[in-house]
């Protein structure tokens, strides 16, 4: 949450483990609003299926940037960079 700008926007779309800790006062003073799954419809998921099913994106493409959890930072840093990224991923394991 240090790093999570004013009014950001997060999506948690993993099932974890351990619980992760997180300080609602930060969540509160940064006016973060954090989206569970559930955001999506049963009818979205299908559609996404679908789309993958038809091969008309070739999924490979979309992830352009991996990086290691203690890399975080710079994760974030080329997410918001945004030139050349299409989706940016944190290898937790």
Excluded: C, W
Aim: charge should be negative; aromatic fraction near 4%.
């Amino acid at each position: 949450m240090q790093i999570v700008k004013p009014q950001a926007r997060i999506a948690i779309i993993a099932v974890y483990k351990n619980e992760v800790p997180i300080s609602l006062a930060q969540v509160m003073s940064k006016e973060v609003n954090i989206v569970g799954t559930s955001e999506y419809t049963h009818e979205d998921i299908v559609k996404v299926i679908e789309h993958i099913n038809d091969k008309k994106p070739n999924i490979s493409t979309m992830v352009t940037q991996s990086f290691k959890l203690e890399d975080i930072q710079a994760a974030f840093d080329k997410a918001i960079e945004a030139e050349e990224t299409i989706k940016v991923i944190v290898d937790l394991t």
